[in-house]
Nanobody, 127 residues
Framework: QVQLVESGGGLVQVGGSLRLSCVAS????????MGWFRQAPGKEREFVAA????????YDANSVKGRFTISRDNAKNTVYLQMNSLKVEDTAVYYC????????????????????WGQGTQVTVSS
């Protein structure tokens, strides 16, 4: 019953910004950590960022540190990924996902720790 609806993807030039949104339903949203992953053609899905159930703990992949910011608004059942200073190598399909663990504090980068996934939204960064 858990559904994740993503939005905000699109085409942007190098150095530009996008904000992705993921609206969740079907689970007590505030009790679960959330993550963002991305997958480029021919590559494995890779971790981007994660945020704890309360929003107090976050972790970013080295490739996006200082440029991307994950946040959540539990009142709106929404997780955001603010992407700044975009690079061509950021081009990928971006997915949001729900951590399977109840009220986990230490966020995980492992794909199998997430049990529900959004449909993905395409982000294309052009030079």
């Amino acid at each position: 019953q858990v559904q994740l609806v993503e939005s905000g993807g699109g085409l942007v030039q190098v150095g530009g910004s996008l904000r992705l949104s993921c609206v969740a339903s079907g689970r007590t949203f505030s009790n679960y950590a959330m993550g963002w992953f991305r997958q480029a053609p021919g590559k494995e899905r890779e971790f981007v960022a994660a945020i704890s159930w309360s929003g107090s703990n976050t972790y970013d992949a080295n490739s996006v540190k200082g440029r991307f910011t994950i946040s959540r608004d539990n009142a709106k059942n929404t997780v955001y990924l603010q992407m700044n200073s975009l690079k061509v190598e950021d081009t990928a399909v971006y997915y949001c996902a729900v951590d399977r663990r109840w009220r986990s504090y230490y966020v995980t980068t492992v794909r199998s720790d997430y049990d529900y996934w959004g449909q993905g939204t395409q982000v294309t960064v052009s030079s």
